[in-house]
């Protein structure tokens, strides 16, 4: 083994130049660009861009498999209320849901049906970027809505649906153990108001495209520092 005595002095680190030192910013840039921040950002972004995008949210009779829309609202990305209609299921309210958003049976008794409302509802999402949040679930209980009056409803597998949900926790990180965040908790992390009453349909799309605004917002300067 040598002696420190015979070890050789590394040479003293070279000073970075101008050249080196932009572009090691421009690649930590496009390292952040291509992050789950920067595409999520970017996602959000495009879809504000895309001026016919709509946003779409439903209450419902509770969780499970064969719970059903009871009222669903959808707006464009002004907040504009393009449809908000309550719709009268085949099986009862959940007292849990029941609570959340305040709707009984009682209060659907004059309400149109799923097949009322369906081709409306279809004419209206069908070509068009439709912003969700927690995506997966509002599709499926359109779809177990439409299956309990016996409307296979293929449409709504069809339609250019993006999650809100995982871009929200693309841009502000996850605050639960599914790694996914609410939407009440992205209001916070966006700083935006919450659009008309919370747990209605019409009023959670509206906040929802509130938040996608937010988001969007995060992407034009991560653009600018690139180039």
């Known amino acids: 083994m040598s002696s420190i005595a015979e070890c050789v002095p590394m040479r003293p680190k070279e000073a970075r130049t101008d050249k080196q030192v932009a572009a090691g910013k421009k690649l930590g840039q496009r390292a952040l660009l291509n992050s789950l921040f920067g595409q999520s950002a970017a996602r959000a972004y495009h879809l504000l861009m895309a001026v016919d995008t ?17 009222e669903i609202g959808v707006t464009d990305a002004a907040g504009t209320i393009l449809m908000d209609v309550r719709i009268r299921p085949t099986c009862p309210i959940d007292d849990g849901a029941a609570a959340v958003h305040g709707i009984t049976l009682e209060q659907l008794t004059g309400a149109p049906n799923w097949p009322a409302v369906a081709d409306e509802l279809r004419e209206l999402l069908t070509g068009r970027p439709v912003v969700i949040f927690n995506a997966g679930y509002d599709t499926c209980i359109l ?77 034009p300067p991560l653009l600018a520092r690139e180039l």
Request: proline content about 0%; aromatic content about 6%; overall charge negative.
């Open 54 to 70: 709509l946003f779409l949210d439903t209450e419902t009779t509770g969780l499970g498999g064969n719970a059903e829309a009871i």
């Open 143 to 219: 779809q177990q809505t439409a299956r309990a009056h016996g409307d296979a409803a293929e449409w709504i597998a069809e339609l250019d649906i993006t999650c809100a949900m995982k871009l929200a926790a693309g841009c502000y990180g996850a605050t639960n153990r599914h790694g996914t965040i609410s939407l009440a908790n992205s209001v916070i992390a966006a700083k935006v108001e919450w659009a008309g009453k919370a747990h209605s349909a019409a009023g959670d799309a509206a906040t929802t495209a509130n938040v996608v605004r937010a988001m969007a917002d995060l992407f």
